[in-house]
C-alpha cells in the first residue's frame, strides 16, 4: 500500500532554513506527480509545491516562490523541500502527498516551528 514517511521538521529561528524529505514506497514513484501541503494552526491546508515526474517541472504556491524548493530522487523514491529565509508564518505541519484514480494519500506530516 501506499506508504509516505515525512522527516526534517523542527524548530528554527526567523530567517534560518531547512530540509524536509518524504520517502515513499507502495508505488511506482517515477509517475507520479508529488507534492507538499502545509496546515498551520487554526487553518485550512494548502498548497506548498508540487513536482512532476519524468521532467522534474515544479510549481509553488506565490508565498513560497523563491524561498522553497521541491525536488526528488527517484532511485530513492523520496521528495524534498528546502525551506530557506523561513518565517514565523511558515510553521505549519508539511505533508507529502499523491493523487491517484481520484485518492489523495497523505504522510503523517512533519511539524515546522519558526520562531525566536
Known amino acids: 500500500q501506499v506508504q509516505l514517511v515525512e522527516s526534517g521538521g523542527g524548530l528554527v529561528q526567523p530567517g534560518g532554513s531547512l530540509r524536509l524529505s518524504c520517502a515513499a514506497s507502495?508505488?511506482?514513484?517515477?509517475?507520479?506527480?508529488m507534492s507538499w501541503y502545509r496546515r498551520a494552526p487554526g487553518k485550512e491546508r494548502e498548497l506548498v509545491a508540487t513536482i512532476t515526474s519524468p521532467g522534474g517541472t515544479t510549481n509553488y504556491a506565490d508565498s513560497m516562490k523563491g524561498r522553497f524548493i521541491i525536488s526528488r530522487d527517484n532511485a530513492k523514491k523520496t521528495v524534498y523541500l528546502q525551506m530557506n529565509s523561513l518565517k514565523p508564518e511558515d510553521t505549519a505541519v508539511y505533508y507529502c502527498?499523491?493523487?491517484?484514480?481520484?485518492?489523495?494519500?497523505w504522510g503523517q506530516g512533519t511539524q515546522v516551528t519558526v520562531s525566536s
Open positions: 502527498n499523491i493523487r491517484t484514480l481520484g485518492v489523495n494519500y
Open positions: 507502495g508505488f511506482t514513484f517515477s509517475s507520479y506527480v
